[in-house]
């Protein structure tokens, strides 16, 4: 690992002032970018720690719970207000990385995690996130983990986090600050497809810092499910996941929210899908109906055409656990 | 030590004036260059005494508790918890594994939660309390998930069981070993290559019944 300086941020705004710099790196947790950096594919000249800002709260608002950036997954999957007021967050964290990693992980690092496509941390290999314009290792590679929804012809990538899925699915903003002053950004528009640019992985300006994230009220704590399948039982990233969240009354879908994982560079919302399923009532044929809209114009690449199959059959059992008729 | 310490400022700020290597390096190299004679010079760079210089200038100071030790260190920001641990202060029971996350056998508890000490910059354990394998046992008293693990047999190779037993114990303190298939997924982070898993169950489940204090 190359050699870098070491800033323990006493405050928000020596933390902005310190990352305003070129080559400087935010650390939280490190469960990521110690990773990163052992394996050359990032060399910060400087680290700003900022485990010790005051940005572990989790707090129920008027509208909704605010969840502090430096809170542990470990510590939000299993607080009592998640857990009763939004299950399907804590079940996202729960399938995420070991209890070691959550343990260390913050809410804001996870957002902020780089792609687990094995191009990407090969420095021998091409990869245009990496290193712009050297191509993508992928394409023609071993894509079986690869996306099938909104890849472009420079990066074929795929965002590896659950909990973001959670987020993106219960609606959930992204608050930032920086030097313009705070903003606050959906999750569905927090990380961006790759298009021409794959090595911007989100929408956080330089120099930006993320303090946090909402998630409003809503009626779904009841009915959700949150599916990981992989290939091992436990501690794998997905193969594909789904966050199902719907709200049943009298047997009647009012409101419905899907998004997936392991199929995008970004948690990927299914609007469609969640359209044809609202006044539908909750039947298994409803469902399968919904997962089909969903998975319309994916695309396969030559490792990962499994996807195309197992991610509707994904959503299907996901909404099939949310509506309790599993 | 004390005048290196006081290079770097308040606790907070550890390169007030933006001293990088570099900058470091270029002083360091003009002052060899006026003082030796140019074959001194040359030696001096062959031995890479500005390299040694430099790092010992970059260190930065490091204060923890490890297995109710407290320890004051200088150590480099990049220096992993699991280096420190393994190479400066020879506990050589936590495991460097695969280095990266994905295997567990260097997990250790720092004030009290398990964690990934490999994953760890050292310099951000600062102030914190840290438990290793070594920590476990009262004098030649085994912890209740030592002799666990001894009487059911739960390892093979040995090489991940330091870190399948600090996960262990976090397990049972965490409340996550009421079932096989719970501890199974909360255990899910240790990997055996020598596929032991039946047996290191078996011996968690005897300890969480058991009712001893872990």
């Known amino acids: 690992m190359k050699q870098f300086q070491y800033l323990r941020a006493a405050s928000q705004q020596e933390a902005l002032t310190a990352i305003a710099k070129p080559g400087t790196k935010i650390i939280a947790g490190g469960t990521n970018l110690v990773d990163l950096m052992k394996r050359g594919v990032t060399a910060p000249d400087k680290l700003v720690d900022i485990t010790h800002l005051p940005l572990k709260g989790i707090v129920a608002t008027k509208t909704g719970l605010h969840i502090g950036a430096l809170a542990l997954n470990s510590v939000v999957s299993e607080n009592s207000l998640v857990v009763q007021k939004q299950p399907l967050l804590a079940m996202a964290l729960k399938a995420g990385a070991s209890p070691q990693l959550r343990n260390m992980a913050t809410v804001g690092g996870n957002m902020m995690q780089c792609t687990r496509c094995t191009y990407f941390y090969d420095t021998t290999m091409p990869c245009n996130k990496r290193e712009p314009g050297t191509g993508c290792g992928a394409m023609e590679g071993y894509n079986r983990m690869h996306a099938i929804f909104g890849a472009s012809d420079h990066c074929i990538a795929v965002h590896p986090s659950d909990m973001c899925v959670g987020l993106a699915a219960l609606d959930a903003v992204v608050i930032v600050t920086g030097k313009k002053g705070e903003r606050r950004i959906p999750m569905t528009e927090f990380h961006r497809l790759p298009g021409d640019h794959p090595e911007t992985d989100n929408t956080l300006a330089p120099g930006e810092l993320i303090l946090g994230v909402e998630i409003p009220d809503n009626h779904f704590a009841k009915n959700s499910y949150y599916l990981k399948v992989r290939d091992r039982q436990s501690y794998a990233f997905a193969l594909v996941s789904v966050a199902a969240a719907l709200e049943i009354s009298g047997g009647t879908i009012k409101q419905a929210r899907l998004a997936m994982g392991g199929v995008a560079h970004k948690p990927w919302r299914l609007f469609e899908a969640e359209k044809a399923l609202v006044g539908k009532a909750a039947t298994e044929e409803n469902f399968k109906h919904a997962a089909e809209i969903a998975t319309q114009g994916a695309k396969a690449y030559e490792y990962n055409a499994f996807k195309l199959r197992l991610a509707p059959a994904s959503i299907a059992e996901a909404l099939k656990h949310a509506a309790g008729m599993a | ?214």
Do not use: W
């Open chain 2, 1 to 214: 030590m004390e005048n290196e310490n006081a290079n770097f400022g308040p606790e907070h700020e550890m390169d007030p004036k933006d001293n990088s290597r570099r900058t470091f390096l270029k002083q360091s190299a003009l002052i060899t260059t006026v003082a030796l004679t140019p074959g001194i010079a040359a030696k001096a760079a062959d031995m890479h005494i500005d390299e040694k210089i430099a790092e010992a200038f970059e260190k930065v100071p490091l204060k923890m508790e490890v297995n109710g030790k407290a320890h004051s260190l200088m150590v480099e920001p990049r220096s992993t918890l699991l280096d420190i641990l393994r190479e400066q202060l020879d506990l050589t029971g936590t495991k460097k594994g695969c280095d990266y996350g994905q295997c567990g056998a260097c997990t250790v508890h720092v004030d009290g939660h398990r964690v990934n000490s490999c994953l760890t910059l050292g310099v951000m354990v600062n102030g914190k309390k840290v438990t290793t394998i070594e920590g476990l046992a009262k004098g030649d008293v085994l912890h209740p998930m030592q002799e666990a693990f001894l009487k059911h047999d739960g390892f093979q190779c040995g090489y991940c069981t330091p870190g399948q037993i600090m996960s262990a114990v976090a397990c049972i303190r965490e409340g996550h070993a009421n079932s096989e298939p719970e501890i199974r997924e909360y255990m899910s982070g240790n990997i055996c290559r020598c596929g032991a898993y039946p047996n290191i169950v078996n011996a968690i489940q005897e300890v969480k019944g058991g009712g001893f204090v872990v």
